[in-house]
Structure formats: C-alpha cells, structure tokens
C-alpha cells in the first residue's frame, strides 16, 4: 500500500533510512532526509506491505521547470525484490502524466540504482562523482512524458 506520510511515519522511516546507509546513502544524508520530511512531508509517501511500513519516497512536482520529481527512495532491506520499488514509480508516473503540467519525470540518484530507472526508460542526463559522499556519485535521470 501506499500512502500519504504522516507525522507518525517518521521514525520507522528515519530507522529504515539508517539501515540503507552507508550502502545507498551517505552518514550525512540522514538529516538533510529528515529535514525533507520536516519540509516537504506533504509530498512524501510511505510504503507499507502486510501492514508494515517498509519504505517511502518523495513524489511531487516542481512547477518551475514542469517535471514531477521523484526523490529519497528506499526500502527495507528485508524487503527488497519484491517489486516495491516498481510499484513505487508506477504509481508516481501514474501521478506524473495525470497532470498537464508535467512534461519529464526526473530523478537524481546513484550509480547503484540508476539501472533500476533505466527499466522504466528514463535516460542518464549527467553525473557527478562522490556527490552524495564518497563513492556515492550523483546520477541525473530523465523520462519524457507529457509532451505540450
């Protein structure tokens, strides 16, 4: 299932974000992570499976340059391969070409989750070495949607 954040989420998804480090986010990540949520918390989702929340991410679009954006995307290592994470952006392309404003879809990842993305079409547009942290490159991806 998933669903708006709410408040309540947060510390079951702040202990989740710390189990996905330093694998997939870097030490430093853990509050700007929970400075988005403080923030942007409206544009956050949580993923739940069997009644439990196993991960979340953000999902929102960015009226400035017309793309929905998707961002701070993880699960629970028990519950990887599952096929969380292809519901997961399913359900904000689903969000994304709903809305006519929205043109591209953009994600700003790593080196080890870009091909995850590519599955879904989106295209590496630059990278950046050790931009997340050390050894934690930045990955700017980009999918077409709603062409205007």
Known sequence: MIRPYTLSDRKQLVDIFILNTPKYFDQKEIQDFEAYLELHGDTYLTIEYDGEIVGGMGCY??????SGRITWIFFHPNYTGLGLGKKAV???LK???SNPLVEKSVVTTSQLAYKFFEKFGYNLIRTEKDYWGQGLDLYVMEL???SN
């Open 61 to 66: 679009v960015d009226e400035n340059d017309t």
């Open 90 to 92: 399913a359900y904000c």
């Open 95 to 97: 969000t994304f070409t």
């Open 144 to 146: 077409q949607l709603n």
